[in-house]
């Protein structure tokens, strides 16, 4: 699926567009960046909590073209401007984590 499609799966907002074309193969889902960093596969989206500049860094680190923000947490600008630099999509969703790991999993036929 398109990075553009994650809109599709849930409802929220894009802080940052990313490169709406590229591709997401899977998802991850967690709030430990050290994990993140050992376990996710690269072109995957992330799927968090944890709204502050260093979650950019690490998606980038992995080669995530996106990141699911949930809960209804708020973008910190600083947050705004790495992924904007980094072009990270950048995803905000009142939906629990549980629920928008569902949807993406369900769009990318995972289940």
Same mark, same amino acid.
């Given at each position: 699926m398109k990075v553009q499609a994650i809109q599709d799966c849930i409802t929220g907002e894009f802080k940052t567009q990313g490169d709406p074309a590229a591709e997401i193969q899977n998802a991850y889902t967690s709030d430990l960046l050290?994990? %993140?960093?050992?376990? +996710?596969?690269?072109?995957?989206?992330?799927?968090? /909590?944890?709204?502050?500049?260093?979650?950019? =860094?690490?998606?980038?680190? %992995?080669?995530?073209? +996106?990141?699911?923000?949930?809960?209804?947490?708020? /973008?910190?600008?600083?947050?705004?401007?790495? =992924?904007e630099q980094e072009e990270i999509a950048l995803y905000t969703t009142n939906l629990d984590q549980f629920t928008a790991s569902y949807k993406i999993a369900h769009a990318l036929g995972k289940i």
């Open positions: 050290s994990d %993140v960093m050992g376990n +996710a596969p690269a072109d995957s989206v992330l799927i968090t /909590v944890q709204g502050h500049k260093n979650t950019v =860094a690490v998606a980038n680190l %992995v080669g995530m073209p +996106a990141i699911i923000l949930c809960n209804g947490r708020s /973008v910190p600008q600083d947050m705004q401007e790495s =992924a």
